[in-house]
């Protein structure tokens, strides 16, 4: 199994080629390709599609060098603001971003589900369904033309009077499996975010049971189930032994991959070592993919 980590972080700090770098000699053997770091109209997604094409097949040529596959991609979030020109200028972003995914080889891209501010618990979620069902259905036609599979998350929202988080869009299994099979059961899978999981009803281990094969791709990090607070597995209230006990029984064969964002930039041990607290990730990552092994 690959053992993966989220480039956001290391990026932002170090550049495309370094901040990579770190990770690989860290012992991470895949990536997840976070374009989710840049706006949606950020130069590189507008500017001439010779420059576009070139930036992500010299990452592909360096990435191949040092030995580190692109396991999975994020693409930009978020995909809905209810402004429709917003709207369309980050369509057109995602469509760069699936094309983009192509040229590093990763076979899948992880979009987030439109998310109206409206739809808290099970408030609004029919009319929500039909928003997504033509939203991703707009995106099939690109991810069969880059031969790339979409990923759908299981998301969260916020309610304010309670000042907690909620469910939303895909907090369920069942309602997570319904998108994914709606759409194309070809050309979509499920990204399980397990630190989502643990903030909403349905637990991780229950999610990958309703969910099976169609997870390809998991988002890993922990919180302490109230908030979402991306850490690494073990520093929150997430029962790790359910959750990899789960994925070995559905014979999870993705990546293993790390989203655990605030065990970097929340730590004062990363300014002072990245690369140590990229080893104590990996180390971390590496022992609980063991466990999923089958």
């Given at each position: 199994?690959?053992?993966?980590?989220?480039?956001?972080?290391?990026?932002?700090?170090?550049?495309?080629?370094?901040?990579?770098?770190?990770?690989?000699?860290?012992?991470?053997?895949?990536?997840?390709?976070?374009?989710?770091?840049?706006?949606?109209?950020?130069?590189?997604?507008?500017?001439?599609?010779?420059?576009?094409?070139?930036?992500?097949?010299?990452?592909?040529?360096?990435?191949e060098k040092i030995g580190i596959k692109v396991g999975q991609a994020h693409a930009v979030n978020p995909t809905?603001?209810?402004?429709?020109?917003?709207?369309?200028?980050?369509?057109?972003?995602?469509?760069?971003?699936?094309?983009?995914?192509?040229?590093?080889?990763?076979?899948?891209?992880?979009?987030?589900?439109?998310?109206?501010?409206?739809?808290?618990?099970?408030?609004?979620?029919?009319?929500?369904?039909?928003?997504?069902?033509?939203?991703?259905?707009?995106?099939?036609?690109?991810?069969?033309?880059?031969?790339?599979?979409?990923?759908?998350?299981?998301?969260?929202?916020?309610?304010?009077?309670?000042?907690?988080?909620?469910?939303?869009?895909?907090?369920?299994?069942?309602?997570?499996?319904?998108?994914?099979?709606?759409?194309?059961?070809?050309?979509?899978?499920?990204?399980?975010?397990?630190?989502?999981?643990?903030?909403?009803?349905?637990?991780?281990?229950?999610?990958?049971?309703?969910?099976?094969?169609?997870?390809?791709?998991?988002?890993?990090?922990?919180?302490?189930?109230?908030?979402?607070?991306?850490?690494?597995?073990?520093?929150?209230?997430?029962?790790?032994?359910?959750?990899?006990?789960?994925?070995?029984?559905?014979?999870?064969?993705?990546?293993?991959?790390?989203?655990?964002?605030?065990t970097v930039y929340a730590n004062r041990f990363f300014e002072l070592s990245p690369v140590e607290t990229a080893?104590?990730?990996?180390?971390?990552?590496?022992?609980?993919?063991?466990?999923?092994?089958?």
């Open positions: 199994m690959l053992v993966s980590c989220h480039t956001k972080y290391f990026v932002e700090r170090f550049g495309e080629y370094e901040g990579v770098k770190i990770l690989k000699d860290a012992g991470f053997n895949a990536i997840d390709f976070n374009m989710n770091g840049y706006a949606y109209d950020f130069p590189l997604y507008k500017g001439p599609a010779k420059e576009f094409i070139a930036f992500y097949q010299d990452l592909h040529a360096y990435y809905y603001t209810q402004d429709s020109q917003v709207d369309r200028a980050i369509f057109d972003t995602l469509v760069r971003n699936i094309q983009a995914a192509s040229l590093l080889e990763c076979p899948y891209i992880v979009i987030h589900p439109n998310i109206p501010s409206i739809y808290k618990y099970d408030y609004y979620r029919a009319e929500t369904k039909e928003i997504n069902i033509e939203f991703y259905g707009r995106l099939l036609p690109y991810l069969k033309q880059y031969g790339v599979i979409g990923l759908i998350e299981n998301m969260f929202n916020w309610d304010e009077k309670k000042g907690v988080i909620c469910p939303t869009v895909c907090s369920y299994g069942w309602e997570l499996k319904e998108y994914a099979d709606m759409i194309d059961s070809e050309w979509f899978g499920v990204c399980l975010d397990i630190g989502h999981a643990n903030l909403t009803p349905d637990s991780a281990a229950t999610m990958i049971e309703v969910l099976g094969p169609r997870i390809k791709a998991l988002h890993v990090h922990d919180n302490d189930g109230v908030s979402d607070q991306h850490l690494c597995p073990y520093l929150g209230t997430t029962d790790w032994e359910a959750v990899t006990a789960a994925l070995a029984k559905i014979q999870y064969s993705g990546t293993f991959n790390l989203e655990s964002d605030k080893k104590q990730m990996y180390r971390i990552a590496a022992e609980l993919a063991k466990k999923i092994n089958f």
